[in-house]
């Protein structure tokens, strides 16, 4: 759009919450190829006065990391004194144009800025996915605690799901409300070289995860390299499929008309040591509770299989 190409940019300020985010954008921006981040970085081409310097002023990490609104303002003033030449420290030498990031490891899209010395050069979204080629090394059995549907609501349960132009009139709370995967017509996944692997198993009803075996770590969401030592050579293993819920949130009124309500999204901690996004089905509203053991089943969405967790018979066991 702009006409400038990813050599044209001389200084780069992007979003890092965490150490591995420069990585993984620097492969989602289109600075460095698939699986070349990790070795460009180690090899010191962000320092300010070498190839591509990003996060001039130590990045959000170095601040305490504050709100979106600050941080993003944050690395926008960064950029215009790079262009200005009024840095007190890191002074990027002739800077002319800039690159500007919000938003990383979870974000499906981010706000990018791209500025000249004197005017914006141009603003715009980009998909916020990309990385390096992992190893996969799953076997092909299926965990024997993968269940084949989802569950089915009992006689009793209400089971009307509300779509979310009609949510207005929705009964809200209400405890005996089934919670089901979303229906067809949601294009769920974005499949990339590190995640393929995820959603392979997925359709072959095994929930896969990375392990770093140089720190003995699990690793999810699926990554280029592990986020403790940069080893890029991750293995993929297949889970249990077993865990309990850390946290969850019921939606009653959809962000969106085509999503259907309620619905549960949580995190769930896996008995390997990790935890994952998810959403919880197979049981009514007022069944969720925070510890409540639950398994992992799948479901299809317009060709895509994707992970849930529904309440398992080990419920209550303690581990």
Not at 91 to 109: C, D, I, K, M, T
Not at 220 to 226: E, I, L, T, V
Not at 241 to 254: F, H, K, M, Q, T
Request: aromatic share 6%; with cysteine; glycine share 10%.
């Amino acid at each position: 759009m702009a006409g400038l190409g990813r050599n044209d940019v001389d200084v780069a300020e992007l979003y890092d919450p965490f150490s591995f985010e420069i990585i993984r954008q620097l492969e989602a921006f289109r600075f460095c190829a698939e699986g070349e981040a990790a070795g460009f970085v180690l090899d010191g081409h962000i320092s300010p006065d070498a190839t591509l310097p990003v996060t001039t002023d130590g990045g959000v990490l170095s601040f305490s990391h504050p709100g979106a609104s600050a941080q993003m303002l944050q690395r926008v003033i960064r950029a215009a004194q790079q262009l200005r030449g009024t840095c007190a420290t890191n002074q990027v030498s002739g800077a002319e144009v800039a690159f500007v990031s919000n938003g990383g490891a979870g974000a499906l899209f981010s706000d990018v800025l791209l500025l000249g010395a004197d005017h914006v050069v141009a603003v715009g979204k980009s998909r916020s996915v990309g990385g390096s080629r992992a190893n996969a090394d799953a076997s092909s059995s299926t965990p024997a605690n993968a269940l084949s549907s989802v569950p089915s609501p009992p006689a009793t349960s209400a089971t009307a799901a509300t779509s979310g132009s009609e949510v207005g009139e929705a009964v809200i709370s209400d405890p005996q409300a089934w919670l089901a995967p979303q229906p067809q017509g949601i294009a769920p996944t974005m499949t990339n070289p590190v995640s393929a692997p995820l959603w392979e198993g997925a359709a072959a009803g095994e929930l896969r995860y990375q392990f770093c075996e140089a720190c003995e770590i699990p690793v999810m969401d699926p990554q280029p390299a592990c986020p403790q030592c940069l080893v890029q050579s991750l293995a993929w293993r297949i889970s249990e499929g077993l865990g309990e819920i850390e946290s969850y949130s019921v939606v009653w009124r959809a962000p969106l008309p085509r999503l259907e309500v309620p619905y549960a999204p949580a995190i769930v901690r896996l008995d390997e040591g990790y935890s994952m996004l998810t959403n919880i089905t197979g049981c009514q509203v007022g069944d969720l509770a925070v510890g409540k053991r639950v398994t992992v089943h799948f479901a299809e969405i317009d060709g895509a299989t994707l992970p849930y967790f529904a309440p398992s018979e080990h419920t209550d066991q303690q581990r």
